[in-house]
Structures are given as structure tokens and as C-alpha cells.
């Protein structure tokens, strides 16, 4: 099937860590990906291994998605980072306004992720592709949906040339954030953000730190799985392979997998939905 793919790492804290995410990376890139994002943490606190793991998936001949957020930074500092990036002939950013370290107060020169965006274009032109946060459940720290709505749209209007959404669970959720968002004016597209069940526990904690909404049917079948890992796994999969083939017959413009720098549920779910060159 022809719907563009790409997939989404953190950066390795150990050695063992990033001899795993090179073979992961190879068996991913099999699947000829668009492009592999890196995550990037609070106030740019992997900044250093999230360039050592961008300029590896870039030797390895995959495009690299380096993930920069704005919020507790300088112009100056950004204006680094985006140089280096550029030297390495990398041209695509997920433009982020992010989260300042725990116990941090200073919230540096930028307050939103627009900002970002608008900084990238003035400063790098044109060619540069500026992929930005979706969230069709809406952001957890803003109350008012509308609001959410409109910084999403602002972000489009400075620049920015598509969107990844945060993982949901709830197709309709994203279409109507799109057909919202599009009449707003805000017409690029707007990738899916898919997350296979890695481990259910740790998903549902992320889901309620970001309001993202897990059917309770699908929770409470989860939850009476008990220990039986492969009826989880099965589970799993065939909820996320649903999920993915309605957005697909939607109309989504691709999918974006977050791997937790793992493979083995993620090439599954590409090879039960026939993605990649050997479907």
C-alpha cells in the first residue's frame, strides 16, 4: 500500500541502547519509512544524544526528523542547533513548544510552539519541512477546545508544512479535528500519531497524563488479561489494526508509529495493513 509511513525514537541512554536502536532501525527502515523522528527532552535536555541519534539514522541513509522545543530557549541557542542540523544537511524539524525541566522557572524567549515555527522560516527559508504537534483530543493543559484549535491554526499559518498528532484511540476525534481545523484555513496534512499496546500499563498511565481517552471496553479487557502477555499482544494488535484501517479508509495521509525503540509490534501492524515496499 502507498500511504506514507514513519516512525518515532528517543534517544538511547546506554550503549546497549543505541547498539538496539541501530538494528532497529535497519529492520524499520525496510519498510522504507519517510522519515524517522527523535524525540527531544524537557528544556533540551538530550539535545547532545538526540543529534548523536539523528546523525546515525541519517548515516545509516534514512531521513532524520529531529524533534526541537522552544520553551525554556534562546534565539541564539536555536539558531545553533538549527545550524548543525543544517551542516548535516538536515532540512526537517518537528517544531515543538515543549516542557521546561522540573523545578526550572525560566521560560526563555519563546512561549509557543508558533513562535518556533515562524523563528525556523525567517531564519532558514523555505526549504525546510516543519512538521508540528496535532491533538484531536486536545492539548491536556488547555481547557477551552476552541483555544486549542486556534494555536494549532497559528501554527500552520507561520509556517509550518504538516502535522503529527498526538496518539489517540478515538478515529472520530481526528476527523473532526481535521474537517474543524480545515475550515479554519489550516489545509496541510494531518498525520495520525498510532501507538501499538508496547505495554498497556504504561500507556494508560501516559493516556491519563494527557488526556487521551482509552475506550473502557478496550481498557477493561486490557485489565482482565491480567498477566497473559500474548493474549494482550493480540488484543492489542487487533485494536490498533482497526483503528489504523479506519483512518486509512478515512483519508489520513499517513501514519506515524511511536516505537518506543522496539520493532516487533510495529512491523506487524505494517505487515497485517500491507504498508511498505513488500506488501
Request: charged share 20%.
Amino acid at each position: 500500500m502507498t500511504v506514507p509511513i514513519s516512525f518515532e525514537f528517543f534517544p538511547p541512554n546506554t550503549p546497549v541502547g543505541d547498539d538496539k536502536l541501530k538494528t532497529v532501525v535497519q529492520e524499520l527502515g525496510a519498510l522504507k519509512p519517510e522519515f524517522f523522528s527523535v524525540t527531544y527532552g524537557a528544556g533540551g535536555a538530550t539535545r547532545d544524544k538526540t543529534l548523536a541519534t539523528v546523525s546515525a539514522i541519517a548515516k545509516a541513509g534514512f531521513e532524520a526528523a529531529p524533534h526541537l522545543s522552544c520553551v525554556g530557549s534562546t534565539r541564539a541557542g536555536l539558531a545553533e542547533i538549527l545550524a548543525t542540523y543544517r551542516a548535516q544537511n538536515i532540512r526537517r524539524i518537528v517544531a515543538l513548544r515543549g516542557d521546561l525541566p522540573s523545578g526550572t522557572a525560566v521560560a526563555g524567549e519563546f512561549r509557543y510552539a508558533a513562535e518556533l515555527v515562524r523563528f525556523i522560516r525567517e531564519t532558514q527559508g523555505p526549504d525546510w519541512q516543519i512538521e508540528v504537534a496535532a491533538y484531536p483530543e486536545y492539548h491536556p493543559e488547555q481547557r477551552y477546545a476552541a483555544r486549542d484549535v486556534q494555536h494549532y491554526v497559528e501554527k500552520v499559518k507561520a509556517g509550518a508544512t504538516a502535522a503529527i498528532t498526538q496518539f489517540f484511540f478515538n478515529p472520530d476525534a481526528y476527523f473532526h479535528f481535521v474537517e474543524q481545523t480545515r475550515k479554519l484555513g489550516a489545509e496541510v496534512p494531518v498525520v495520525p500519531g498510532i501507538m501499538p499496546f508496547h505495554n498497556f500499563a504504561k500507556i494508560a498511565q501516559f493516556a491519563q497524563r494527557d488526556g487521551i481517552e482509552i475506550p473502557r471496553w478496550v481498557a477493561l479487557k486490557m485489565e482482565g488479561f491480567l498477566d497473559d502477555a500474548a493474549s494482550i499482544r493480540a488484543f492489542g494488535l487487533d485494536v490498533v489494526t482497526s483503528l489504523c484501517e479506519r483512518l486509512i479508509a478515512g483519508g489520513a495521509p499517513g501514519l506515524h508509529f511511536y516505537t518506543m525503540n522496539q520493532s516487533p509490534l510495529t512491523l506487524e501492524l505494517c505487515k497485517r495493513l500491507q504498508l511498505g515496499p513488500a506488501a
